[in-house]
């Protein structure tokens, strides 16, 4: 059971770049989340699924898409990645219902230059 | 949508006094907020969370409490020991939408 794991764990991008960062869980959750984390920022949402087949924006989700492949994975997708989205991304993923805990893979570092 | 903002950003203890951490939310459809532990270069790990039809929850040396008239919910952290030290998140979801939202972070130092 390995639970929430994302790849790559590092990456480095060249402004314009485009590139999927790949999130997939075990556990037969239902909803799946993407946050950045920047210094002093805390967790910031950026899109979130509750469902296999549906997306939703979240507070910061300008630049990104994503892709609810399977109940499994949920992609993020960066199409032409700027500096300003130099952070740590984690993934996360909770059963149905909206008062339970939500678990984080080990998160992506990403740099863009 | 929420808002959830969390104080202070910086705390320092000596170790075995007690530390306060403090959060406010906006969406009074909140119900339910955990608080994650996330050490350095780590993943966010749950380490107690609250449902809003209860107004304290403890375990050992974790306590969180909530209050739901003024939207304030606290962690309150005994007996601090080194392994204490981290970065603190609180967050709320509710029945609007799936959305989880995160505080900025509380960091944590025991000094010895």
């Known amino acids: 059971n390995a639970g929430v794991t994302q790849t790559p764990k590092f990456q480095v991008l060249k402004t314009g770049q485009s590139m999927t960062l790949q999130c997939a869980q075990d556990?037969?959750?239902?909803?799946m989340y993407w946050y950045r984390q920047d210094p002093g920022m805390g967790l910031r949402l950026i899109y979130y699924?509750?469902?296999?087949?549906?997306?939703d924006k979240g507070e910061v989700p300008n630049g990104y898409n994503v892709s609810r492949l399977n109940k499994r994975e949920f992609s993020l997708r960066l199409e032409s990645a700027a500096p300003s989205q130099t952070s740590v991304y984690f993934c996360?993923?909770?059963?149905?219902?909206?008062?339970?805990?939500?678990?984080f893979g080990q998160g992506t570092r990403l740099t863009v230059v | 949508g929420e808002n959830v903002e969390q104080h202070p950003s910086t705390l320092s203890v000596q170790e075995g006094d007690s530390a306060v951490i403090k959060c406010t939310y906006s969406?009074?459809?909140?119900?339910?907020f955990p608080w994650y532990k996330q050490e350095l270069g780590k993943r966010p790990q749950l380490i107690i969370d609250?449902?809003?039809?209860?107004g304290e929850k403890k375990d050992q040396r974790i306590a969180v409490t909530l209050n739901k008239t003024a939207k304030h919910f606290s962690l309150h952290i005994t007996e601090t020991q080194p392994e204490d030290s981290a970065v603190y998140f609180c967050?709320?979801?509710?029945?609007?939408?799936?959305?989880?939202?995160f505080g900025k972070g509380t960091r944590l130092h025991i000094l010895p």
């Open positions: 556990m037969n959750h239902n909803s």
């Open positions: 969406d009074s459809a909140s119900n339910y």
């Open positions: 609250i449902r809003s039809n209860v």
């Open positions: 699924s509750a469902s296999e087949g549906t997306t």
């Open positions: 967050a709320a979801s509710g029945n609007r939408d799936d959305k989880i939202i």
């Open positions: 996360a993923s909770r059963i149905e219902g909206r008062a339970t805990e939500a678990f």
